[in-house]
């Protein structure tokens, strides 16, 4: 890939202007995010639709162009964002989504490719590492520009919770949840942070922090997009925020760690599968992964984790034909 470490003109192509993608772009719009926004989607009307009302808000906010899009138009992106897929249904899991989503990216990946595209491919669809690991091998494209939303939001809402917990600013919080955007993902208690101190030494004056209350934590977390989908049916704001945050580190080269879907090669023992783990990003796409040391308790759920995902890759594969 030819460096464009000093492009200042930046383009975001978005497949997929449901309730995620538009959010999405909304987002880009109000945090100025990229000069181009073009959307694809199949419902055509909605895309024209979305451009307009979206770009309206740039005069409160960044310029910028807002527009429908047609693949072609991938060709000179620097970012080609795939939100596209079937939603997750009450009572469904993410990985229950595999079957369907892979048969609709193989729709995505072949014409941007065919369109010239030698940007980064971020994807948020869910199977959200499953779904990564397939754009990976239907792309032909280097690991390190295919990246998956992977656990970001779902650290978002551990740092939240411990923030509510203490009553202090999420942001003020350190730490990730690992492994799959989904079930057995968890939260690597032993590395997070409040203020420099561990969770056993915050212990000291919060004994609150039972392994009970950990424990609570943890599965609220997990199933924090379970809540939300039996109750509005979708959860698209949080998700889009940080699908913003991270194409901004993307395009800004800020060399930022954020905790993503990356491809291991050994890391945690995983190889040769997309799963959630700190990973440094620049404008070239994926800098260097993170690896944390893991409890011994904690190296147990990223292996089950990381073995859910790769039977569930393996079987969705062979039915797609990847």
Partial sequence: MTSI??????????????????????????????????IVDIAKDKTKGDALDIADAT??????????????????????????????KPGETRLDLVNKNLSILKTIVDPVVESGFNGIFVVAANPVDILTYG?????????ERVIGSGTSLDTARLHKAIG????????????????????????????LTVGGLTIAELRKTHPEFTDEKLAEINDQTVNAAYAIINTKGATFYGVATALARICKALLRDEKTILPLSVHMDGQYGVN???????????????????EIPLSED?????????????????????????
């Fill in 5 to 38: 470490t000093n492009k200042n003109h930046t383009k975001v192509i978005l497949v997929g202007d449901g309730a995620v993608g538009s959010s999405f772009a909304y987002a880009l719009t109000l945090q100025g995010v990229a000069n181009e926004i073009g």
């Fill in 298 to 322: 904690e190296e147990a759920k990223m292996k089950h984790s990381a073995e859910q995902l790769t039977k569930v890759a393996r079987d969705g594969f062979a039915k797609a034909g990847i």
């Fill in 272 to 290: 040769d599968l997309y799963i959630g783990s700190p990973a440094a990003v620049n404008r070239n796409g994926v800098q260097e992964i993170f």
């Fill in 59 to 88: 005069p409160f906010s960044y310029p910028k162009s807002v527009f429908s899009a047609e693949y072609s138009d991938a060709k000179d992106a620097d970012l080609v964002v795939i939100t596209a897929g079937a939603p997750q």
């Fill in 164 to 191: 509510q917990e203490l009553d202090i600013d999420p942001r003020s919080v350190h730490g990730y949840m690992l492994g799959e955007h989904g079930d057995t993902e968890f939260a690597a208690w032993s590395h």
């Fill in 135 to 143: 754009t990976w091998k239907m792309s032909g494209f280097p690991k």
